[in-house]
């Protein structure tokens, strides 16, 4: 989720992953070896993933005697990330064996052709069919209705904030607010009542990538009375332009900055924001309010760089309402992550064969606990020590009833990008709402055409 580096420096840290034998054809790799990469996030100490993957090597190993398994961490930032695992996959002597990856890139990834079909093989795996529907969407080929990923979570998002700030604000707890204009009440009553302390967090601008587009304004956009239609209509298969909805988002945005609502606009467009929000901003209690993700608890727990035990009683769960109260009253949005076999992978089969071990009910469970994500297979979601291995599981588990996913297209890539850059324009004011929302249109039909975008709501 952060801004990405020139194609040549991508290009450089890809080859040099390469030259170390990241790619299965140039390690001669074996029927029995196989190399698997996946993202360490550049400005985080988090090791979670790489410490669980270890143990499920060490595990796969052990059940299968001779068999080689290489994990390849790519640290980088989100957006770097996917640049490097690209072009890793354009070529059969750099394509890893398994790779993990944003659900939201799924489709942009199958219109590359660098991902292989799975549907042989799960049409003889039993475990499939304990998958959640929408979680099988999320993987699946828009073009052609395949397979092409087993997901490994998803998540929520809703409104962490701290009850001890709300409190001191004269703001009742626990707190639920029903409309966008009782959050960003509750902002004012905080910024007039607390000096010093930061209302609320939104995601905006560039740098932020994905992070502005899911967190900061779909969370918005997809609760104004549009719903689901906000941004593209799947019955016209045609993305929304010269929407109100989108120009009330905008609206929203521009709000909490030019009423300095949010974080000082030049920390808000940092490139490494959403972690000084998680490992600073909220355990100092700089920060009254966030929208965010189910994911948060990991910069507070016993893994973390700095545990914060004391998140689970000063810190409330809210969920993000729709813009005027309207049913069904409350908006989330849902992403989440899958394990893809390249289509030049060297060994699909013993990858095919991990992948499956990664996601048996055991271990899925282990990793959803670990890593505070939300459960896709339906047994690991009703199980007890799953719902209390994190105090909030509960709680975003519950919103997955009222979410939403971005259209899994390979031209959304550039939809969110033009939603980042509309989103800095009015947080640095140096565009008014309207006319940022007329860019967004412009950039939207450059993009995709425009015979592929229809006029919303007026």
């Known amino acids: 989720m952060r801004s990405k580096l020139i194609a040549a420096a991508a290009f450089t840290a890809a080859t040099a992953l390469v030259a170390t034998g990241c790619g299965s054809g140039s390690s001669g790799s074996s029927a029995k070896s196989i190399k698997v990469v996946y993202w360490q996030n550049l400005d985080s100490t988090n090791k979670l993933q790489a410490n669980f ?98 997901p490994d979570n998803t998540d929520t998002r809703g409104i962490w904030y701290n009850k001890q700030l709300f409190e001191k604000a004269g703001i009742a707890v626990p707190w639920q607010p029903k409309s966008w204009d009782e959050v960003l009440g509750a902002a004012r009553t905080i910024k007039a009542k607390l000096p010093g302390v930061i209302p609320m967090n939104l995601y905006t601008g560039t740098a932020g990538g994905e992070a502005s587009s899911m967190q900061g304004f779909e969370m918005l956009l997809y609760g104004t009375p549009a719903g689901d239609k906000s941004l593209y209509d799947a019955a016209q298969k045609k993305w929304v332009v010269g929407s109100k909805g989108f120009q009330d988002s905008l609206e929203f945005v521009h709000t909490v900055y030019s009423e300095k609502l949010g974080p000082p606009v030049d920390q808000a467009l940092g490139a490494n924001f959403g972690t000084t929000v998680g490992t600073e901003l909220i355990p100092q209690g700089k920060l009254a309010m966030d929208i965010d993700g189910s994911w948060m608890p990991n910069n507070w727990g016993s893994a973390a760089s700095k545990p914060w035990p004391e998140w689970q009683s000063v810190i409330g769960t809210a969920a993000m309402p729709t813009q005027n109260g309207q049913a069904p009253g409350k908006t989330s949005m849902s992403g989440g992550w899958a394990w893809s076999i390249p289509a030049k992978a060297g060994n699909p089969d013993l990858a095919w064969k991990f992948l499956t071990s990664l996601q048996t009910k055991s271990n899925a469970a282990k990793w959803n606990a670990i890593n505070a994500n939300i459960a896709v297979r339906t047994d690991v979601a009703t199980d007890p020590t799953y719902l209390k291995s994190v105090p909030s599981n509960e709680f975003f588990t519950e919103l997955v009833a009222s979410t939403h996913y971005r259209p899994g297209l390979p031209t959304y890539n550039q939809v969110s990008t033009a939603i980042q850059k509309a989103m800095e324009s009015v947080t640095t004011g140096q565009a008014s709402v309207a006319e940022a929302a007329k860019t967004f249109d412009d950039d939207v039909k450059a993009a995709v055409g425009d015979d592929k975008t229809v006029k919303g709501d007026s």
């Not at 292989?116 to 959640?132: G, N, R």
């Open 53 to 150: 993957l270890a143990s499920m090597v060490k595990q796969f190993t052990k059940a299968n005697p001779g068999t080689k398994v290489t994990l390849v961490p790519v640290t980088a930032s989100e957006n770097d990330y996917y640049t490097k695992l690209q072009l890793m996959m354009r070529s059969p002597s750099t394509a890893p064996d398994l790779v993990y990856e944003d659900t939201a890139l799924i489709n942009s990834d199958i219109a590359g052709g660098y991902l292989k079909p799975l549907d042989d093989y799960t049409a003889k795996w039993a475990d499939w069919s304990k998958y959640a529907a929408a979680a099988k969407g999320a993987v699946t080929g828009a073009a052609d209705g395949k397979t092409y990923a087993v």
